[in-house]
């Protein structure tokens, strides 16, 4: 089983920046890692996948603007968001997806003020 704890959630003004992380248990060297957020009224949405082969995927709504990242060696996954809106507002999780399981984190909460 893994455990993921994210971190690095806040209060930014628009334009700004924040770098979330994620921090596993267990190795994630297998495991496609991604990362999802929830808006208040709205369902889970993707937000970025990096997978186990290497290759990494960005929604258009976030393209340009975030950057997923993994350090399989640290057993970490971060998302670098710049630029945040306040359409960016919502609770952020972390994801572990594989044959072995689908594993969430608790979520941080990202708020940009306009």
């Known amino acids: 089983q893994v455990q993921l704890v994210e971190s690095g959630g806040g209060l930014v003004q628009a334009g700004g920046s924040l770098r979330l992380s994620c921090a596993s248990s267990?190795?994630?060297?297998?495991?496609?890692m991604g990362w999802y957020r929830q808006a208040p009224g709205n369902q889970r949405e993707l937000v970025a996948t990096s997978f186990s082969s290497g290759r990494v995927v960005h929604v258009d709504s976030v393209k340009g603007r975030f950057t997923i990242s993994r350090d399989n060696a640290k057993k970490m996954v971060y998302l670098q968001m710049n630029s945040l809106k306040p359409e960016d507002t919502a609770v952020y999780f972390c994801n572990a997806k594989g044959s072995n399981g689908n594993y969430w984190g608790q979520g941080t909460q990202v708020t940009v003020s306009s």
């Open positions: 267990g190795s994630i060297f297998v495991w496609n």
